[in-house]
């Protein structure tokens, strides 16, 4: 059993497939335009995605055709409306300001979210449309001290840094007082599993600020959704706003173009 930290790492996202990177490298063999340099150096994968569903929306081609036909315009010139970027950016802009952001549904990201804590998980879990969980279980992973997890481990708030005060017994440390009720729910837990009691059942005495682990998938509409209501500044919880912002930072690392609808939301 030991205090624990908030880890959060991109594993996984939206990746255009080998056979339509290879169909756009065939318009170059024809004289098209340099698809191969443009995807490899410019572009990035949601963007070609992104471009895609959005003109197939009003373009008379096919989708397997669009970057194919459509991506010089796009890519390949400045904003039409002397915004930054390229063409393509200012079409993206135009999407988001105009609220269709169903097109951006289609670009998902999937995280390893370690180290946060239970009250953290019931706040997460209530964003349903767009994600999905995967979360590591205190039923089938048994927290005992000598189980193979060595005890649970726990989130200490921020808040509690520096806090004292007076009780009938002396003075007291917030931090110190909370390791205490970590200490003693986990000698109770301890004690109930040696009486026999069930994984399932012993769990009820844990905190929640006992850590857990998950794999969270979600859609770059339902992302932004979150972050606008997690961002700092909107009145939640320090421990989420921690995760909101390490959210936005795995997924602007790798889709820059993004940042800036994390900054309007």
């Known amino acids: ?29 024809e004289g098209g335009y340099d698809f191969n340099h443009l995807l490899v150096h410019d572009v990035t994968d949601g963007q070609a995605v992104a471009l ?8 008379a081609n096919k989708p397997t055709e669009i970057v194919a036909k ?19 950016d200012r079409l993206f802009r135009h999407i988001f300001a105009s609220k269709h952001t169903s097109t951006l ?11 946060v804590s239970r009250a953290l998980l019931a706040q997460l ?20 001290s000598d189980d193979k997890i060595g005890g649970f481990d726990y989130v200490v708030p ?6 004292s005060g007076d009780t009938s017994d002396g ?35 844990l905190p929640n600020a006992a850590a857990t682990n998950l794999v969270m998938t979600a859609n770059l509409t339902a992302l932004l959704s979150f972050y606008s209501k997690r961002r700092s500044g909107k ?26 609808f994390f900054e309007e939301v």
């Open 125 to 144: 879990t209530r964003h349903r449309a767009g994600f999905s969980f995967s979360v590591q279980s205190q039923r089938y992973v048994r927290m005992g």
């Open 52 to 59: 895609t569903a959005i003109r197939t929306c009003y373009s």
């Open 1 to 29: 059993m030991a205090e624990t930290k908030m880890n959060v790492q991109l594993i996984a996202h939206t990746k255009i497939s080998d056979e339509f990177f290879n169909s756009l490298i065939e318009v170059d063999s």
């Open 70 to 88: 459509e991506g010089a315009k796009y890519f390949g010139s400045k904003a039409s409306d002397g915004g930054a970027g390229t063409d393509a």
């Open 105 to 115: 549904e289609h670009i998902s990201f999937t995280f390893a979210v370690e180290g």
């Open 158 to 163: 921020n808040s509690l840094e520096g806090k």
């Open 171 to 205: 003075k007291y440390n917030a931090e110190t007082l909370f390791k205490q009720a970590m200490s003693l729910s986990q000698q109770v837990y301890d004690d109930l599993r040696k009486a026999g009691v069930p994984a399932e059942d012993a769990r009820a005495v």
């Open 235 to 260: 009145g939640a919880q320090a421990e989420i706003t921690e995760l909101a912002e390490a959210l936005r930072r795995e997924v602007v690392d790798v889709e820059p173009w993004m940042a800036q």
